[in-house]
């Protein structure tokens, strides 16, 4: 998602004018004068050059470097808040690769700025021909969020400029366990990284770890953990029944459950209901086995995704620069998981275990 990230300015090159200026009025130049005039009018001239070689030419497909156009087929709102947006390309659907987790970037043109989204997977619920080169994104309104509050303005048919992919993970192979710990929208790395593993086969198994505000962003759902039919033990309290039609994204994890029941669990969390990611919570599913030798050989691969206030409540400040600068650091863990697997040692039993934590 990735989840939300800083603003990269896309234009850099108008920041320059202040210096450009202070050096024109540096010089000591008579009012009038000719000669000393031309720096200016060679720097004016100069700018749309700047825009058009800084934004290039628009690609007609989805590319790294440059904006590609989509047109914005739906927007669907599934909370207060929170809506997912379809996009479809205007001209020939690029493959895409559900081999790792990636991101793409969106285009604020009026502020020419952009914003990095992570997609969802393709719809266990869909036909692969339904999508038809789609992309789906789960995206919150954030206060004063200038790409966020744009993206939500923008009527269907609209057109979206989108640049990437950008690989944020590229999921090893050797990992028999994932803890995912997402946050809000974070669920869509969490979706991507699910959707990667259980295609592949073989045995690793995928746990996620969902929060959430209010139960508006989770609506109908229960927790398992895999290879059960029920209740996930170490959960705080049962969710709230409702009649309401569950959340489109719950949904989506209940499919991944019933495919993958031995494989795929799922928790859900809502602080308005005093459910949260606790010590005693996150303990119990590090520790997922009793057997001290099965525990010794597992590999566990920890992520994170989320509002960089939970990134840093959990992993420590030192996790969030390294999501960031997008970078994976031994030994940065610190926060609640720093507690609880310092250096990738676990304290409660002082027995070495195999657990790398990154965020996302």
């Not at 050059?49 to 087929?73: C, M, N, R």
């Not at 996009?87 to 690029?94: C, Q």
């Not at 001290?292 to 206030?309: C, I, N, Q, Y």
């Amino acid at each position: 998602m990735i989840s939300p990230r800083s603003h990269s300015r896309l234009l850099a090159a108008p920041r320059r004018l202040p210096l450009c200026a202070r050096h024109v009025r540096s010089h000591t130049t008579l009012p009038g004068s000719p000669r000393r005039r031309w720096p200016l009018y060679v720097s004016l001239a100069a700018l749309p050059v700047g825009y058009y070689v800084l934004s290039g030419p628009k690609k007609q497909t989805l590319d790294p470097t440059t904006f590609a156009p989509y047109a914005l087929v739906a927007r669907t709102p599934v909370s207060s808040t929170s809506s997912i947006f379809t996009l479809r390309p205007l001209h020939s659907p690029p493959a895409y690769s559900w081999d790792g987790v990636w991101s793409v970037q969106f285009k604020q043109p009026q502020l020419q700025i952009a914003r990095s989204y992570t997609p969802l997977p393709p719809s266990l619920l869909l036909s692969p021909a339904a999508e038809d080169g789609d992309l789906r994104f789960l995206i919150r309104r954030e206060h004063r969020g200038e790409v966020s509050s744009y993206l939500h303005r923008l009527p269907p048919g609209s057109t979206v400029e989108v640049r990437g992919p950008k690989s944020e993970l590229a999921i090893p192979g050797d990992v028999d366990e994932v803890l995912f710990l997402a946050g809000g929208t974070g669920i869509a790395p969490a979706l991507q990284t699910a959707y990667c593993l259980l295609r592949r086969g073989g045995g690793t198994r995928v746990r996620v770890l969902w929060a959430n505000r209010r139960r508006e962003d989770c609506v109908g759902g229960e927790n398992t953990a895999p290879g059960t039919r029920g209740w996930w033990p170490f959960s705080q309290q049962p969710p709230t029944e409702t009649a309401a039609s569950p959340h489109p994204l719950v949904a989506e994890l209940t499919a991944y459950r019933s495919r993958y029941p031995d494989r795929f669990g799922i928790t859900y969390l809502v602080d308005a209901e005093g459910t949260g990611m606790t010590p005693s919570l996150l303990r119990a599913h590090l520790r997922t086995s009793d057997d001290r030798e099965v525990r010794a050989r597992k590999k566990t691969l920890v992520l994170l995704s989320g509002p960089d206030a939970f990134i840093a409540h959990l992993a420590g400040s030192q996790a969030l620069r390294a999501r960031e600068a997008g970078r994976s650091e031994d030994g940065a863990v610190g926060g609640v998981l720093g507690h609880l697997i310092p250096l990738g040692r676990d304290r409660t039993r002082d027995e070495e275990v195999d657990v790398e934590v990154r965020a996302l």
